[in-house]
C-alpha cells in the first residue's frame, strides 16, 4: 500500500517558521500531485498547497507569499517551508498525494495521519 508519514509540525510563535516534510512509501507506481491540507477544530479540511510532478505549484490565498512547497522526486518527499506564521495557521496539517500504486492504473488519493502546527500569540 502507499503510505505517507509527515513530520515537522510543533508549536511556534507569531511570526516563527516551521518546516513540515512527509515521504511516500510503499508499492507506489506513480505520483503526481503531492500537497499539503489543514484542518482546524470545528472546521473542513482545506487545500493548502500543493505541486505536480513537474513542479507546478498552488496554494491557498492567505498562503501566498508566505509558504513554499517543494519536492524531491527521488526520495518521493514533499516539504512545506512555512513562514511569518499566523495564529489562524494553527491546524492538523495532512500530507496528500494523487498517486498510481505499482501493478495497477488507478489512480486515487492519499493522505497521511496528521502533524500538528500550533501558533501562539
Known amino acids: 500500500q502507499v503510505r505517507l508519514s509527515e513530520s515537522g509540525g510543533g508549536l511556534v510563535q507569531a511570526g516563527g517558521s516551521l518546516r513540515l516534510s512527509c515521504t511516500a512509501s510503499?508499492?507506489?507506481?506513480?505520483?503526481?500531485?503531492m500537497g499539503w491540507y489543514r484542518q482546524a477544530p470545528g472546521t473542513q479540511r482545506e487545500l493548502v498547497a500543493t505541486?505536480?510532478?513537474?513542479?507546478?505549484?498552488n496554494y491557498v490565498d492567505s498562503a501566498k507569499g508566505r509558504f513554499t512547497i517543494s519536492r524531491d522526486n527521488a526520495k518521493n518527499t514533499v516539504y512545506l517551508q512555512m513562514n511569518s506564521l499566523k495564529p489562524e495557521d494553527t491546524a492538523v496539517y495532512y500530507c496528500?498525494?494523487?498517486?498510481?500504486?505499482?501493478?495497477?492504473?488507478?489512480?486515487?488519493?492519499?493522505w497521511g495521519q496528521g502533524t500538528q502546527v500550533t501558533v501562539s500569540s
Open positions: 505541486i505536480t510532478s513537474g513542479g507546478t505549484t
Open positions: 496528500y498525494c494523487n498517486a498510481r500504486p505499482a501493478y495497477t492504473v488507478g489512480w486515487g488519493d492519499y
Open positions: 510503499g508499492r507506489i507506481g506513480s505520483i503526481n500531485r
